[in-house]
């Protein structure tokens, strides 16, 4: 019974192979990189994000500027403080500086979760193009020559013109 299954198997992956090697890839590429620096609405996205950057800077650097300037009136009056006020300005101190690790931490997730937010109708936009393009083209994969290294390359079509025309560029 086992050896039955086996040969079954063998059977299987041997017709199944040679059926798969019958079929013809047509593989395409594309430069996705190249073409995220083209797409339309990139550059507003963008302008959105930097004002973000920006705004969330200023507010940290005032957050350090208040936490400095704390620190050096901690260094100035230390001397002449009781050890329950030194203790109290450490404190103060360590709690500003945990606040602005915390405000730094939330703000690289914001800014990081607000790309993916203003970016994502663009990719979709992108992909469905790509996708378009291979259905049309009859293309089994199409590699990502931005992402990916691409070492030999003998019959692959480079669909970006295509993809261009699909979405109104040039």
Not at 110 to 133: G, T
Request: glycine content about 6%.
């Amino acid at each position: 019974m086992k050896k039955t299954l086996i040969a079954i198997a063998v059977c299987l992956l041997a017709f199944g192979g040679s059926a798969m090697a019958q079929k013809n890839l047509k593989l395409g590429h594309i430069n996705s990189t190249e073409l995220m620096q083209i797409m339309p609405g990139r550059d507003s996205a963008q302008a959105v994000l930097q004002a973000e950057v920006t705004e969330l800077e200023e507010t940290l650097k005032s957050m350090q500027a208040e936490a400095e300037k704390r620190y050096n009136e901690y260094v100035a009056g230390q001397a002449g403080w009781t050890e329950l006020i030194r203790q109290t300005k450490q404190r103060e101190i360590q709690d500003m500086a945990a606040r602005i690790q915390e405000f730094q931490e939330n703000a690289q997730k914001q800014l990081q979760d607000r790309e993916a937010e203003l970016l994502k109708p663009i990719i979709d936009r992108a992909k469905k193009a790509i996708e378009d393009v291979a259905r049309e083209g009859g293309y089994t994969y199409i590699l990502d020559a931005g992402s990916t290294t691409v070492l030999y390359s003998q019959d692959s079509d480079d669909i970006m013109p295509q993809v261009k025309k699909k979405l109104g560029l040039k």
